[in-house]
Structures are given as C-alpha cells and as structure tokens.
C-alpha cells in the first residue's frame, strides 16, 4: 500500500539521516543581540528531524515544504502495538513567531474540521508542544498534486477534466454547506490519489478560508479589508468588491 511504502522509506532515512545546523542556529560575525537568538518555538523548528517526536507522533521523513510549512509523513504510537501513519503540518521557522500566522495556521485544522466529505483532507488532531510549537496531524496522501500533473502532462482531456472538476465541485459544495470559502483555489491544492484504479480528489489547504458570519461561529481566518490567495486565481469580483462569497470559486481558474 501507498502508506507501506511511505514507511519503508521513512526507515530507511532514518538509518541514514544524517543532523545539520540550520543558518539560524548559528550567530553570524559575532552577532549576539536577541534578534538574532532563534526564539524557543522556532529553535524547535529547526531541530525537527526524523526521529523527533510531536506529542504522540514519531517523526519518519520531510514529504514537501511550501512557502509557510512543511509537511511530515510520521506514526502515531497508540496503546497494545497500534500504529498508524499520518502527515503532520508544520509551520516553517520563518513564520512561526508571526502570531497572526499561527493563527491562521492552527485555524485551518478547525475550519477543516467542520467539512466532512471524501472529497476534502481528512483532519485527524492538532496539539502545541510545550515550546509553543503548534501542529496539526492529518491523512497521509500518496500522489501528486493537480500543479504537477499539468506540468507533466500538458493540456488533459475533457472527459478526465470533467471527472475531476465534479470532485472538486463536491468538495466544495460541502464547505460552502458550512459556510466556508476556500480561497485559494488552484491546481497545487488540488492532489491527486489512486483509489483502486480510479483517479481520486482531494483538496487540501483552507488556511485562507473565509467562514461567513451567518453560520455558526462565522469569522474569518484573515484580517477585515485582506486579500490574500494567489495572483491569477483570484475571482475578479473578489478585488472589485473585496468580500468573499461562496460564488466567487466559480470565476477560479482551477
């Protein structure tokens, strides 16, 4: 299985990882003003390895890195011999001490939370060590994303757009159900998994979502009056009007 081989794999980085420093980890021409200190959380960061553990979950390997995060296959140890692989989300070193991004990275789980469809990334818990560093623990996913696949393979065909389009579309559909818009929709939050053959969505990222005030619990991830998500994938009405709408995802360009 997909999650077999992510393990094996992950022993196998485990014998041979080797640790290294981090630029940060190192004072630079005698700089010793607390600026340059890495703060607690973010020296935890750095440190994060294979082997390393985060509450339950032991470290195996590093499966992608975006502009805030990472992402780790890791193992849940649970009680009697239970084991069960997951991916694990990580803010980057960079970002961590921004409390505005915490926030909104911690959200994301809560807001993925309430979407309960096989269409969208299954959250399974999320927890703050006792340096402060927060990480959210969700379905380990073997693939690739819809950004690499058009990369790969070029223009695809109507008849497998389509198939993927209606994934899409369920997914969501079930958040605007809850009240909730993505935002940043584009192909790189599109991923790709085989299930027994068939092509099979998942959409991934709602760290930018916007919960409407009139369902329950309404607020929204990012600050009144921000615009943020990706140039090109944007809905034109979004920086004309400036407020999201579930019917805004209709004018993004997935």
Not at 9 to 17: I, R
Not at 65 to 82: D, E, I, P
């Amino acid at each position: 299985s997909g999650d077999a081989k992510i393990t094996e794999k992950a022993e196998l980085t485990l014998t041979q990882h080797t640790p290294t420093s981090h630029p940060s980890a190192s004072p630079r021409d005698g700089e010793d003003s607390p600026h340059s200190r890495p703060s607690a959380k973010s020296s935890a960061l750095d440190k994060l390895k294979p082997r390393s553990t985060l509450g339950r979950y032991e470290i195996l390997m590093r499966v992608a890195q975006g502009g805030m995060a990472s992402v780790w296959a890791a193992r849940l140890q649970g009680t009697r011999g239970f084991q069960k692989t997951v991916a694990i989300k990580t803010m980057l070193p960079d970002v961590s001490d921004d409390p505005d991004f915490e926030t909104m990275f911690l959200d994301e789980a809560r807001v993925a939370a309430r979407i309960r469809h096989p269409n969208v990334v299954e959250i399974f818990d999320t927890g703050t060590t006792a340096s402060g560093l927060g990480y959210i623990a969700m379905e380990l996913l073997t693939g690739e994303t819809l950004a690499h696949t058009l990369r790969r393979a070029g223009r695809l065909p109507w008849t497998r757009v389509r198939r993927l389009l209606l994934q899409i579309c369920g997914a969501l559909a079930a958040a605007h159900a809850r009240g909730v818009v993505h935002r940043d929709m584009k192909p790189a939050n599109v991923f790709r998994v085989d299930r027994s053959g068939a092509e099979f969505i998942k959409v991934l990222d709602f760290g930018l979502a916007k919960v409407l005030a009139a369902s329950p619990g309404g607020e929204s991830l990012t600050g009144t009056g921000m615009l943020l998500g990706t140039p090109g994938y944007i809905a034109p009405e979004l920086y004309q009007i400036g407020r999201a709408s579930c019917r805004e995802r209709v004018s993004s360009p997935v």
